[in-house]
């Protein structure tokens, strides 16, 4: 990135505002935006930076990650709810401590990262694209079927047990809202630090040439499991926290269309750089709350449907025009207006890709 | 890509030997292990709906038969989806969405040429009225495949990660417009919600059971027609790939596409081939599935994924590698639900759905391609 500085000083201008800003929101927008767009969008952002962390660094298109956060999510519903009259009856109930409950449910969730990340870890491309996808379906049918853990009716009243340091987040908007950003300030320079050091330079390498990596006495699968499961921790703390703004779970968190969604968000932002997963995390989210208040209850018009109709459509425009996303877009604005050509082909444009069709 | 693997590794010996033993003792617990519930319910770990093959060899056979049948079903979609990617790459996430439009659009056609409304008995339904519904849901969604395919992938070959998002795409736009349309019958008195349950009927003469004469067991016909179907559908392909000239061609497509297209064939009209066959098929088991069970919302997600678990199982692309695959997942799919324990209150069986994990994850460790994947 040195060979572009100019650029680099605009992005960290622009990160930096936008941080300032962000830190400003609750005394600018109203509580309607900064609780189900910009703490939402915080939140699904983290998910779609473990997506994106595995695409850019690692060549691997995760759709486990809505599984992974459901996953952590349920987990730590099951632990932190307690079995009072009148209270949720549904799950566990174990009623543990609540931040022993939030540290067991990340372990637990990057446990089982651990596992799928080792099953898949000989799987490139669009292969690896399909298995985790089933991973994901097959946490969803689990949570939906074993009534034990849930079932398909949700298990609610889990915002009202959090850890001490995190306070009362029902009533204190705002205080989730903070607790959000510093997580997604600290996924964001997690994932930066990591991609600089020896294990990212090497996951790297492993992403455009796994067979010559593999030859170099680089261990493959081991360095893709171990990549998933940082992948799974990210989106473990996403999980978490959604659980805490949503405050009940339900299979749907992990069903098809939250799997599509957060695709869809990551698409949007742009799968190459970490910062579009915010990007497009808040770009969703306006885009479905500006349109869903316009569709009338009976659909759209003329060709009926729902929202989904929309952002399958927006899904297939980005896809077609600009499959970088918005970061793409950005990314290709500057070197037009900088060389006025084209810009340049990066090295493993496609590594998931030619490693599977070759 | 052949990489040292440690003992412990996923692929080495320690995970095989777990691998081996898991199989081993669960067909033990299949065969001998499991007993059936005593008088007043409870039981532990060997306590089973049915107990072992060796109490009760009636549920046995029927569970393999519930399996098999099972797996032509699952053949008939898998196979569709299998061939796309064979030939062409493409991953058809849109697959599960042609497969609950193909169900809607047969049900529709079936509703007008009976007549006779929602509350349709399989009796009174002859074998036009299935046939026809059958062959004009095929068509329909074999011409939109092509559609599809022509507008939407032709151009980016190659890219297979953007194919997949693409049809990704069309899935979402594809089974919400199926929701908002679908079905246009309901039945009198029901408010149409949009992706309501709705069942085709069988023809009449497959609502009745048959005598094996394998230890008593009667069984549906109804699910034997559908391993038939099944049957029917991988024969007519091997035909197809093996004793054609366009199946010699596909099979060329499958191989090397440069080369094949590079000696003068027009690979494009066996990519079109393929493609409207593939969503043909799709469509051809959504007929059979809404006659054995029903066309809903959430049916395109369900078979999705029971078609990446067939090819992930059996090997993309490969005829063989899907039979394999629907058969192993039926068989699982059927024990899972009558073999699991059923100690104390809704344990175990509803636990089925890790098995349908635990098979992918042992198929993997052994061969990452899947049974009759090829490398590379």
Redesign the interface.
Known sequence: MTHDTAKVVTERAIGVGALVLAVLAPLLVSDFWLNSILTQGLILGIGAASLIFLSAYGGM?SLAQTGLMGIAGYALANMVTQRVPGGETKGLLLGWDPTLSLVAAILLTVGIGLVFG??????F???F???T???T??AF??VG????IGGFSPVAGVDAYTPGFIGDIVNDRDRLYFISLIVAAFVYVLIRYLTRTPFGISLQGIRDE??RM?SLGY????HR?LAFGIGAFVAALGGVLYAWWFGQLSPTIM??DAT?QL?VIA?IGGLRRIEGAWLGAIAFLVINNEITNRIPSS??PV????F??V???I??VI??VS?DGLMGLWDRAWSLAKRGGPPRETPGA?P??EA??? | MRERVSAWGVGGTVPRIAAAALVVFSILYVLVIAKPPGEFGGGDWRTTNFGSAADDPNAFIATILDGLTFAGLLFIVASGFSLIFGLMRVVNMAHGAFYLLGGYVAYEVQQRMTGSGFGLQSGEVNTLEWVVPWLIAMVCIGVFGLGVQQLLLRWNQGQDLRQALITIAVSVIVADQVIAHFPRTVPAGTQRFGGNAVSLSWPGWTNQFVDLHVAGVSYSLARLVMLGLGVGVGIALWLWLHRTKTGLVIRAGVDDRQMTSAIGINIQTTFAIAFLVGSALAAFGAVVGGSQASIAQGRDGEWLLFSLVVVIIGGMGSLAGAAVGSVLYGLVFSFAVAYLPTTGNECCTQYSVVLTFILMALVLAFRPQGLFGRVG
């Open positions: 298109i080792a099953v898949a870890s000989r799987s491309g669009i292969y694209l399909m298995l996808l089933t991973y379906v097959i049918l689990f079927s074993v009534t034990l796994p067979v593999a261990n493959v699968a081991v499991t069903g098809l599509i695709l698409v659909g759209l060709i009926g449907g729902t989904n109709t952002i399958g459509v899904f297939l896809v077609i499959p496609q998931a890709a599977s069709s070759s």
